[in-house]
Nanobody, 120 residues
Framework: VQLVESGGGLVQPGGSLRLSCAASGSIFRINRMAWYRQAPGKERELVAV???????NYADSVKGRFTISRDGAKNTVDLQMNSLKPEDSAVYYC???????????????WGQGTQVTVTS
């Protein structure tokens, strides 16, 4: 199973970016999907999470600016980021709890990360 992110890049303050993550492999079911981020010298932090039923939760620092969404049929999760600030600069990681065919439990997987840099 792989999680592959795309959509990172360089943007000016106030701008927008959309991150995408696609899960591939012998997937039976995906429960939680989430985006984390890690800035230099800081711990990795949860940005947003979406459950299989569609309920979402966001870090206080991104509420009202970021929107997480998923496509269950395509096994993808997106993060729409608006009104970006320099403090949003970080490597963003896709994360998911995936039930692989033939296994009997959900296991946690991470993507390789995509850099988001917000600067003027």
């Amino acid at each position: 199973v792989q999680l592959v992110e795309s959509g990172g890049g360089l943007v000016q303050p106030g701008g927008s970016l959309r991150l995408s993550c696609a899960a591939s492999g012998s997937i039976f079911r995906i429960n939680r999907m989430a985006w984390y981020r890690q800035a230099p010298g800081k711990e990795r932090e949860l940005v947003a999470v979406i459950l299989s039923g569609g309920s979402t939760n966001y870090a206080d620092s991104v509420k009202g600016r970021f929107t997480i969404s998923r496509d269950g049929a395509k096994n993808t999760v997106d993060l729409q980021m608006n009104s970006l600030k320099p403090e949003d600069s970080a490597v963003y990681y896709c994360n998911a709890d995936i039930w692989i065919r033939g296994r009997a439990l959900f296991e946690e997987y991470w993507g390789q990360g995509t850099q988001v840099t917000v600067t003027s």
